[in-house]
């Protein structure tokens, strides 16, 4: 190890149920507060209480680093999961466990530091802690990064400060636990603190996608939420509710402006909002794989009533329970074509927390404009993890809530002579006018229905009747690109193309960093959004090789990309990483690598 | 929730031709639903109609073309009515489903709407058969009936009204299409509900459980139907329930309105003692008649809209045009995340 590094990757092996989560939250907002761009990914297990869990934080001073298991400092704070964590520490790297481990069982490496700290003893120094005993351990190791990181333990104490907002008492013990920390780093004269250049405090902040959502959501005055518990979404409504509670609910006598509702499972969630969608209000559910598999019918009623209604959906590991902890872009076809019968919905994939942001705003403007479902496809890399954006600026477009047909517009059909119809295409645009419920008119009252219905909102049979309406509807989903978030292109004059989109989207600048020191240039393009806008078909067709990257084993994207601009596949590869774990750069710099030879080879 | 427009004509009620069999029950709901809204003088456009999937959920396009509404999903009304309805409280809404739509794909979404309360009539046209794919079971058939094909049901009923009390619905009452009289009056209180009023509708299908040996046709419901209280009168100004002689109670439905209730089968049984309701399911059961009228009434219910705190308007109109949510607000929020 350098005395001054670009990056540096810290692992900590513990026990869930420990407190450790909020530790190294901590840790990494002292990190961003310092100046570094943080990557923390929490790879935590589906359980409460006692199973290994292990929290990463990745670090640069430059760019945007993505996840990496090699790492270059292990805390280890479980003794069963040591020995394959050692397997990841970089030779030079810095092992530190309690004083009570026995190292000499464990192959470690000669060049590996390794540092005993005596962490039960220094929490017993701590004061009464008999109920906190376990969590204080955490701010131990705190302590001892704070010092060996060389960061200004003033940032550690806003941070602590900051996560025990409400109570003084918690926050004067973990601050305590931290100088306990950081003193006995000094004491025992560690002497091998490195220095990351930190860069001054840029404007930035530490969020997840989910939270970030919540607060598109309220900025895009959603009133309706219905919803059912699941990981990884649930934090997504929680937070919209707490935001809402504390922002609009001051006075105990003061009524609800917003309805939030924990239905009875994913099916009543997703009708619940298409019925409150129905009458007018911004209405949305949150769920992953299963609650999603559970949605399908009433997607398909939302479709074809022309409901507006926005589903997040926080993807995680399939097929069935799958692996609820981790992370994965596998539920694309499900949700683009959801439901039986001929359904495509709209889809929106945010690339970081930014974008859970903005994208949730843009959703409830979007599922309004076309009168249907919209399925913003997050997933648990995006959603539970905190990435370092910038902050948050107010969305610049304005809410747009789509064609309605209200009083005026009924009484301005009436004087022209003209009749309304619910599901008629008066503007070409397959997007026909809305009369919400109780629209006061003799025009506006119509039954909405999921049977075949005429463009007069009759129940119908006729060949000719059913086509019109069905046919109008895929003309809207299927022109929608020009509203939907463009691709994002980054080029640099190579023949060779990189496509990827979503959570992937956080190994580029590391990717395009290690290909430049192998001399190799690509040109970048992220999707943002389903159905594709032309500017995707063109740069597959403008490059002599592409690469689509999925985080699913199916090809997902790759195979709907192909759906829609047919190319060869030759020249179209798919690269698919689907473990569980987050994408690092380097699995896609060993497959560009490979392809630029094949190529080489090709040609000689 | 008050009539804005008096004398609304007959006319305003009206809805599309029906198409069900001739002679079909639920053609006579359709009737009582379009005579009670325009003898109480609702207004078409306060007035939102939901459906599920089967016969009865048909009929909302039978009645009321004016209003809007929608026919859903098979066991899906339960859900799109509670969303609808958080969505805009300030309307009245009606429910008609089926006994396969509420009783059998539906149960989990009938049961939840009940412990949630909103403000709603639920009607189930109850004819013990799934009439549109042609004679099957559904779960109220009696055990022991024959369908049309004398196949034998097997298996226990799930009677609607008992479920109803039991997970805590404030109004629950039977009906059958055969008594028009006593079908309004229920209707109309129910109406006047100040949470979700269920009715369980006895409505014979005459194509395929309307034979000698159902126990759901018209010949045997009108041998077997015991009425317990019948909605005598209605009055003002008096204070909420009580017993002011044999067999009649008054009940206190709103701040401005007192029903009577006349106790028809026996004077043992109070109208809002869930105990006695019990009671009255349980010996109609083993005497296998049809117990009618009002089983239960609490006419203090707290409906949804209450229960969680919510403005009792349209949700949509409220802070869309807020200035609140400004770049202050957004810094605001994010701070803690710095």
């Known amino acids: ?604 | 929730m008050h009539n804005q427009q008096l004398n609304i004509d007959k006319k305003s009620y009206e809805g599309g031709l029906s198409t069900l069999c001739v002679g079909c029950g639920h053609d006579l709901i359709t009737g009582v639903i379009k005579n009670t809204l325009h003898r109480m003088q609702i207004s078409p456009y306060d007035i939102i109609k939901m459906s599920g999937i089967g016969c009865s959920s048909k009929t909302p396009g039978y009645f009321l073309n004016l209003s809007q509404g929608i026919n859903s999903m098979h066991g899906r009304m339960a859900p799109i009515a509670t969303g609808a309805y958080l969505a805009r409280n300030d309307k009245y809404y009606i429910g008609i489903s089926g006994d396969g739509d509420t009783a059998s794909i539906g149960l989990g979404g009938f049961c939840h709407m009940i412990r949630r309360n909103p403000r709603m009539v639920y009607l189930v046209a109850n004819n013990g058969v799934y009439g549109l794919t042609k004679g099957q079971f559904s779960p109220t058939s009696e055990i022991g009936s024959f369908t049309k094909t004398q196949t034998s049901n097997e298996f226990q009923s799930v009677d609607l009204c008992n479920l109803a009390l039991n997970l805590g619905c404030d109004f629950v009452a039977r009906a059958f299409v055969g008594d028009a009289r006593q079908f309004t009056h229920i209707l109309e209180l129910a109406f006047k509900h100040n949470g979700l009023a269920f009715i369980d509708v006895v409505s014979p299908c005459v194509s395929f459980n309307n034979h000698d040996e159902s126990q759901m046709s018209f010949k045997y419901v009108k041998e077997h139907k015991k009425t317990f209280y019948e909605v005598v009168d209605t009055d003002s100004n008096v204070s909420f329930f009580e017993r002011i002689d044999e067999g009649i109670y008054k009940v206190k439905i709103s701040d401005n309105e007192t029903i009577f209730l006349k106790s028809v089968h026996d004077d043992k049984f109070s109208p809002k003692d869930k105990k006695s309701a019990f009671k009255i399911l349980e010996i109609a059961k083993s005497m296998k008649y049809i117990p009618t009228g009002l089983i239960y009434l609490n006419a203090q219910s707290k409906n949804l809209v209450q229960t969680i705190r919510l403005k009792k308007r349209n949700l949509a109109d409220i802070d869309l045009t807020s200035n609140l949510f400004n770049q202050n607000l957004l810094s605001h929020i994010t701070n803690k995340y710095k």
């Open chain 1, 1 to 604: 190890m350098n005395n001054l590094m670009t990056e540096i990757n810290i692992c900590v092996a513990t026990i869930n149920g420990t407190g450790s989560q909020k530790a190294n939250i901590i840790l990494s907002k002292a990190m961003m507060r310092s100046g570094l761009l943080v990557t923390p990914k929490n790879l935590f297990p589906s359980n409460i209480q006692g199973a290994p869990t292990w929290f990463y934080i990745r670090s640069s001073s430059y760019i945007q680093l993505g996840f990496k298991k090699n790492v270059d400092i292990l805390i280890n704070l479980n003794i069963s999961t040591l020995s394959k964590d050692i397997e990841l520490l970089n030779d030079n790297g810095i092992l530190i466990v309690g004083d009570n481990v026995d190292l000499s069982k464990f192959d470690i490496n000669k060049n590996i530091k390794k540092i005993k700290v005596p962490f039960n003893h220094l929490v017993e120094t701590c004061g009464d802690t008999t109920k906190n005993r376990k969590f204080l351990k955490n701010m131990i190791y705190l302590g001892f990064l704070c010092y060996y990181l060389q960061i200004n333990k003033e940032l550690f104490y806003e941070s602590i400060k900051n996560e025990f907002n409400d109570s003084e008492i918690l926050y004067q013990l973990n601050k305590n636990a931290f100088e306990i920390g950081l003193q006995w780093s000094i004491e025992n004269n560690l002497n091998k603190a490195i220095n990351l250049n930190k860069k001054s405090k840029l404007d930035r902040i530490l969020i997840d996608g989910n939270s970030a959502s919540a607060i598109g959501c309220l900025f895009a005055r959603a009133q309706f939420v219905s919803w059912y518990p699941i990981t990884p979404s649930s934090s997504l409504v929680e937070e919209f509710i707490r935001l809402k509670e504390t922002l609009t609910v001051n006075d105990e006598n003061q009524d609800r402006t917003f309805a939030a509702i924990q239905a009875e499972d994913e099916i009543a969630s997703v009708c619940m909002a298409i019925g409150a969608g129905w009458n007018g209000a911004r209405a949305f559910t949150a769920t992953s794989g299963p609650g999603l598999s559970l949605m399908q019918e009433a997607a398909g009623f939302s479709y074809y009533a022309e409901i507006p209604v926005v589903i997040f959906n926080v993807q995680r590991v399939g097929p069935s329970t799958g692996l609820p902890t981790r992370s994965a872009q596998s539920d694309i076809f499900a949700a683009a074509f959801a439901s039986h019968g001929d359904t495509m919905f709209p889809l929106l994939f945010p690339g970081d927390p930014y974008e859970s942001f903005e994208f949730a705003y843009q959703a409830f403007n979007i599922a309004e404009q076309l009168q249907t479902l919209i399925f913003v496809m997050s997933d648990l890399d995006i959603g539970m993890n905190m990435w370092t954006i910038d902050d948050l600026k107010i969305p610049m477009s304005s809410l747009n809530r789509g064609k309605i047909a209200d009083v005026n517009y009924l009484e301005n059909l009436t004087a022209h002579g003209e009749v309304y119809h619910r599901y008629s295409d008066p503007d070409f645009d397959g997007v026909s006018y809305r009369a919400l419920p109780a629209t006061a008119h003799h025009l506006a009252g119509y039954l909405t229905r999921g049977s075949g219905h005429s463009s007069q909102a009759f129940y119908t049979e006729d060949p000719k009747e059913y086509s019109v309406v069905i046919e109008k509807i895929k003309k809207k989903i299927s022109q929608s690109a020009e509203i939907l978030p463009s691709p994002i292109i980054d080029n640099n004059q190579s023949h060779i193309g990189f496509i990827c989109y979503g959570s992937a989207s956080m190994i580029l600048e590391e990717l395009k960093l290690i290909l430049n020191q192998h001399k190799i240039k690509i040109n970048y393009l992220r999707i943002r959004s389903w159905p594709f806008s032309d500017v995707v078909g063109d740069f597959i067709n403008t490059h002599d090789r592409v690469i689509v990257l999925d985080l699913n084993l199916n090809s997902q994207i790759y195979q709907m990309l192909k759906m829609q601009f047919d190319f060869d596949s030759y020249k179209v590869r798919s690269l698919c990483h689907y473990n569980g774990e987050p994408i690092n750069a380097e699995t896609c710099v060993k497959f560009i690598l490979a392809l630029v030879n094949e190529k080489e080879n090709r040609h000689a």
